[in-house]
C-alpha cells in the first residue's frame, strides 16, 4: 500500500513545521489469512510453549456507556488484537532481546478511569515461542467492534508533523489563518468548504493503525503522558477505526483509490475495529525502556 503524496508541500508554506517531523510506519491492514509467523491485526499468534493464555478478573459491563450486563468476577479470555514483528515494522522500538510485540485487551470497556478496553501488551522473543492456534475465547463480549476481523499488513513509512495544539503560538496563528484563506477561497468559488485543506486532516497525523510517529489529539485534547520512572512517554501504537476520513480523504492509499471507488466503505475500516468516538486509541511506552507499564488514552 502507497499513501499519496500530501496535497502540497506544507514545509514550503512554513518551514518551522521541519523541525516538528516525525516519521510513522502505517500498518495498512487489510482483510486476510495470517499464519501466526506473520505479523497481523486480529491473527493467530506465536506464544510460549507452556504459558497459558492470559484472562482479565477485572469486573466488566456488557454494554458500552451502561451499567447494565455486569459479568461480575468471571475471568474473561484476552483477545488477539496485533502481532508485530520488529522485521516487517520499521521504527517499531522494542527492549533488548526482544523482536516480536503482541497487543492482547479485554473486549469491555470497564477498565480504569475511562471507558476502554483493558490493554496488555507482551514483549517476546519469536524464537523461543511455537503457534498458538486455538486460544480461548469469551463467551460474550462488551462491544462487536471490540473483536477484530483477521487482516494482514503491508507497513509503509510515513511523514507526519506535530498535531496543531502542540506546535508553537506563533506558528499555530499562522497556520489557521492560512487555513481561514483556503476556506473563504473555497466558499467564493461556490465548492463545498469540506473538502479544503486543513493542516491536522492533510499534514499532521496520519489515521488509522500505525506504529510511531506523533498522536492524534481530536477529541480530548493534548494529554502529557509520563512514565512512573519519570521520563517521557513516546506513542508505541495508534489504533484508528477507520483507515481514511472522507470522501476525498488525502491518506486514502492509492491502491484503494483505484480499486473501490466511491467513498470504499468497507476498505475504511478492514478491522472492524471501533473505538472510541471516533479518535484512536493510543498506547504510550516508557522513552527509556519500553518494557516499563504502559499507558492508553482514548479518543
Partial sequence: MFTPPRPLDIEAEFPELARHRKTATRLHP??????????????????????????????????????????????????????????????????DGCDLLQVLWCPFDAHGEQASPGVHLRWRTAAACVPFPDPPRPTVV????????????????????????????DLRRRIEEWEEALWEEAEENGDDVDDALSYDAD?????GWKVGGFARWGVTGPQEQVCSCGRPMELLLAIGSAEWEGVRGSWRP??????????????????????????????????????????????
Fill in 203 to 207: 499534514f499532521a497525523v496520519a489515521p
Fill in 30 to 95: 487489510r482483510p486476510g489469512t495470517p499464519g501466526p509467523d506473520r505479523s497481523s491485526v486480529g491473527g493467530p499468534l506465536l506464544w510460549p510453549a507452556g504459558e497459558a493464555w492470559p484472562v482479565c478478573r477485572e469486573p466488566h459491563r456488557r454494554d458500552r456507556g451502561r451499567r447494565t450486563g455486569e459479568t461480575g468476577e468471571e475471568p474473561v479470555p484476552l483477545l488477539p488484537v496485533a502481532q508485530l514483528f520488529a522485521r516487517d515494522v520499521p521504527g517499531l522500538v522494542v527492549p
Fill in 254 to 299: 492509492v491502491e484503494e483509490v483505484a480499486s473501490t471507488g466511491g467513498d470504499g466503505a468497507a476498505a475504511r475500516t478492514p478491522t472492524r475495529v471501533v473505538v472510541g468516538r471516533g479518535g484512536p486509541l493510543l498506547v504510550f511506552v516508557c522513552s527509556a525502556d519500553p518494557a516499563h507499564e504502559h499507558r492508553v488514552s482514548l479518543q
Fill in 142 to 169: 462488551g462491544d462487536e467492534g471490540y473483536v477484530p476481523g483477521p487482516c494482514v499488513l503491508d507497513p509503509e513509512q510515513v511523514t507526519e508533523h506535530q498535531w496543531a495544539e502542540l506546535l508553537p503560538e
